[in-house]
């Protein structure tokens, strides 16, 4: 098919775009003698011409930083959960140093995006014509960016605008899921492994990197062969730009890999038995750890309110009041959960009205407690619900790709009036 050559200025959009501007295409060759017009101001570009006029907010950094201040941020509040002492310490130090490179990869979001592109290459370019002894490019053409990332030229500026904020738009969400799905990836790591064990835990989760990348390339899969089968650029994308891989990414560029690439946050979910007895097929259990500890909570403040009464009556006479009488009665009787009233009974388990008051002190901890049991159930909780999170990210990556691939048909129409007959 016929298609235009592209001068200097073309606009151009890039799938791992995070900003809802296009961008230029700008010629970065050292030679350059071909040129579009008379007045010699705009370079016909070719292959190694691999820059824009501005760089783009890259989602690959981007994505990085979310993941990663978001998993540190999970580290903190799993060892605030689950840990105490030099422990509990290291833990959260562990956690603050994740938050801390994740701010070091908010500083490369605007500034590696010329660097990656020099370092890509174009494809789908002209295979006869040359410009400056190098295959020109068309319309035709897709740059596949080192980072990762695919753009291509658009002649017309509504066009690249409409596409680029539908592909920023779903950047967006893609990292806001991985950011959330990173957090609990954090939090579940720290509780699964103090129930059952760093190695048991680290197997689990090369367990789910594995399920869920060879998952999501299935996921990939089908939606590439199911959409936009008339639009022949989506089909050279998938198969002559960037095809499928069931090589991880993370395995070609350890470099580069994020807490994203943990693949799944469900962790934890395993029973304390082992590997062979999940529990997570059950997910109100969560539900139900959380309604109890509340029904605690509240059994705890309506204890205390009843044991204000005995604030100042002398604890070995406790046992003379009737409202020491009746609270006595109503543990003996079942009334609150042993946890809650462990500090009023005797080594033998019997309850001492003496010890009252010291159950009155220690009531603060064991609200204390069941507030971390909740916190601990909504990391199981929310890690079972973002077990899908990797599956709707990828939804959205490949919807950039396919927004790419509609903004080049749409933009067929346009171009300048030096065209390939064939590219």
Not at 124 to 133: C, L, M, Q
Not at 191 to 198: L, N, Y
Not at 220 to 243: A, F, G, W
Request: with cysteine; glycine share 10%; charged share 20%.
């Amino acid at each position: 098919m016929s298609a235009s050559y592209i001068p200097k200025d073309v606009y151009t959009i890039c799938t791992f775009q995070t900003d809802a501007e296009p961008k230029q295409l700008i010629p970065t060759r050292g030679t350059i003698t071909v040129f579009y017009g008379t007045d010699k101001t705009r370079p016909l570009l070719n292959i190694e011409d691999r820059n824009i006029n501005e760089e783009f907010p890259c989602k690959s950094p981007k994505n990085a930083m979310w993941s990663f201040l978001c998993f540190g941020a999970g580290l903190i509040v799993g060892a605030a959960l689950v840990l105490s002492g030099p422990v509990g310490w290291a833990v959260l130090a562990i956690g603050v140093g994740f938050m801390a490179y994740g701010v070091y990869k908010a500083t490369k979001i605007d500034h590696m995006c010329s660097g990656s592109l020099e370092k890509g290459s174009w494809k789908i370019e002209h295979k006869t014509v040359n410009f400056d002894k190098k295959n020109a490019i068309t319309q035709n053409s897709m740059l596949s960016c080192d980072a990762g990332g695919i753009l291509t030229p658009i002649f017309s500026y509504a066009v690249a605008k409409k596409y680029a904020q539908e592909i920023d738009s779903n950047n967006s969400k893609e990292i806001g899921f991985n950011a959330v799905a990173s957090f609990f990836g954090g939090a579940g790591f720290v509780v699964a492994a103090m129930e059952i064990g760093i190695a048991k835990t680290l197997l689990w989760m090369g367990g789910t990197m594995a399920f869920m990348h060879g998952a999501t390339t299935g996921e990939k899969e089908i939606i590439r062969e199911n959409s936009l089968e008339d639009n022949q650029h989506y089909q050279d994308m998938n198969t002559e730009v960037d095809p499928n891989s069931l090589i991880p990414g993370y395995v070609k560029d350890p470099l580069n890999s994020t807490p994203g690439d943990l693949g799944s946050p469900d962790i934890l979910n395993i029973g304390k038995e082992g590997l062979s007895a999940p529990y997570f097929v059950n997910p109100f259990w969560y539900i139900r750890d959380i309604k109890g500890n509340v029904i605690e909570i509240r059994q705890g403040t309506q204890l205390a309110k009843d044991l204000q009464v005995l604030k100042n009556v002398d604890s070995r006479e406790i046992w003379k009041t009737p409202e020491g009488k009746q609270i006595v009665e109503n543990i003996r009787s079942g009334k609150y959960p042993n946890s809650m009233v462990v500090k009023s009974k005797d080594g033998l388990g019997t309850v001492r009205p003496r010890n009252l008051p010291a159950l009155a002190e220690d009531l603060p901890k064991v609200r204390l407690q069941n507030i971390k049991n909740i916190g601990t159930a909504g990391v199981k909780g929310g890690g079972f619900i973002a077990f899908a999170f990797p599956f709707i990210a990828t939804y959205f990556s490949e919807d950039s790709r396919k927004a790419l691939a509609n903004a080049m048909a749409e933009d067929a129409g346009n171009g300048i009036n030096v065209v390939a007959k064939h590219g």
